[in-house]
């Protein structure tokens, strides 16, 4: 009795990744219905923003943040050990 190993190998491989290819669509349309149903029932307020706009006092802070990571990473890169 001969078993061709390659063949079997190759069945299985096509079987487990439509099995994986079939789970992530799924798992896609599910993720959008999810969305769509947040979205319809938890609205975003328009006043609120993702990102807010800094004002003058911390634009002048963040030179001071930068200089302070920048010689963080000095330091770090010449004494590492």
């Keep these: 009795m001969e ?14 990744m439509g099995i994986v ?8 349309f ?3 219905a999810q969305a769509a149903i947040i979205g319809k029932y938890f609205k975003e307020d328009k006043k609120t923003q993702a990102y807010p706009v800094p004002c003058q006092s911390e634009a002048k802070d963040n ?9 963080a990473i000095i330091h770090h890169n010449t004494y590492k050990g």
């Design 21 to 28: 290819f079939t789970f992530l669509i799924i798992m896609m």
């Design 3 to 16: 078993v061709n190993l390659v063949g079997e190998a190759l069945k299985f491989m096509a079987l487990g």
């Design 63 to 71: 030179k001071k943040i930068v200089a302070a990571i920048t010689s």
């Design 30 to 32: 599910a993720l959008k």
